[in-house]
């Protein structure tokens, strides 16, 4: 019964949208779910940041403050389903450029594939609060807007164990609360061994569960995985990873390189 009450809360303040006047879901201005100004906000490149000890080279496409911060929250607690056009484009850049910078992933793109998408899972209590799996959605969509069928959406990541809110634990507990947390299993799984990953996420901020995902896809037999989010907390171990000595300017969302094309809505 109480999961069924937040699935219509959930969708009664989706519907609410419909009725009531529209505010941009970054800074409030009435008129649209997302204004031009903060669309350019987000336009914004996430700098180019220190991977972490046992986190994988992740692409992010932009940082993780203002109003993008106040988006990601919306679409994932707020009932924001207006935005997932928004988060899904920001995605598919940050995806897009992995695939064309990552040499492993630009090798296996030029054979034609495979190359495996994996989101992050939802724990079981996020998932009955929410009624759904944003970053499920988010990769999915993602994943359809990369003209490449050699890219594959595989949610085989699983949770093995509870673990407590991450929201108020600092970088060394978050890391150990997420230790062998989880695991690959589900029908898929067999794709895994081998295999070149990319695990999805909304945001990385410490890097606790993309490290913790590599983890469990490694053990899986996974031979090479990265990792892709629409934004990155400023100072998060990881980010748009150094491939060259010097480095070269990040690109902004949308602006993916090399093999990949990204399909554009609108």
């Known amino acids: 019964m109480g999961g069924t009450r937040r699935r219509w809360g959930g969708g009664l303040r989706a519907?609410?949208?419909?009725?009531?006047?529209?505010?941009?879901?970054?800074?409030?201005?009435?008129?649209?779910?997302?204004?031009?100004?903060?669309?350019?906000?987000?336009r914004?490149?996430?700098?180019g940041l220190t991977v972490g000890?046992?986190?994988?080279?992740?692409?992010?496409?932009?940082?993780?403050?203002?109003?993008?911060?106040?988006?990601?929250?919306?679409?994932?607690?707020?009932?924001?389903?207006?935005?997932?056009?928004?988060?899904?484009?920001?995605?598919?850049?940050?995806?897009?450029?992995?695939?064309?910078?990552?040499?492993?992933?630009?090798?296996?793109?030029?054979?034609?594939g495979p190359v495996l998408v994996v989101p992050v899972p939802e724990t079981r209590s996020a998932a009955r609060r929410r009624g759904?799996?944003?970053?499920?959605?988010?990769?999915?969509?993602?994943?359809?807007?990369?003209?490449?069928?050699?890219?594959?959406?595989?949610?085989?990541?699983?949770?093995?164990?509870?673990?407590a809110d991450q929201s108020r634990l600092g970088r060394s507990e978050r890391a150990a609360n997420l230790a062998g947390a989880l695991g690959v299993a589900g029908r898929?799984?067999?794709?895994?061994?081998?295999?070149?990953?990319?695990?999805?996420?909304?945001v990385v901020t410490t890097g606790a569960t993309l490290g913790e995902a590599a983890r469990a896809l490694r053990a899986a037999g996974a031979a090479h995985v990265v990792a892709a989010t629409v934004a990155a907390t400023p100072g998060a171990p990881p980010g748009r990873p150094r491939l060259h000595e010097e480095g070269d300017p990040a690109d902004g969302p949308g602006s993916a390189v090399g093999v990949v094309r990204v399909r554009s809505d609108g």
């Open 15 to 42: 519907a609410a949208g419909l009725v009531l006047p529209v505010r941009c879901a970054g800074c409030g201005a009435p008129g649209e779910g997302w204004c031009p100004r903060c669309r350019h906000e987000a």
């Open 44 to 47: 914004r490149p996430a700098g």
């Open 53 to 112: 000890a046992g986190v994988p080279p992740c692409w992010s496409a932009t940082p993780l403050v203002g109003p993008v911060r106040r988006a990601v929250s919306a679409h994932k607690d707020g009932g924001r389903r207006d935005l997932h056009p928004v988060l899904v484009d920001l995605l598919a850049a940050a995806l897009a450029r992995a695939l064309a910078e990552d040499p492993v992933l630009r090798a296996a793109v030029a054979a034609g």
């Open 132 to 163: 759904e799996d944003p970053v499920g959605r988010l990769a999915g969509a993602a994943v359809g807007r990369l003209d490449d069928p050699g890219v594959a959406l595989v949610p085989v990541l699983r949770h093995t164990r509870r673990v």
């Open 188 to 202: 898929g799984a067999e794709r895994v061994v081998g295999a070149a990953c990319v695990v999805v996420d909304d």
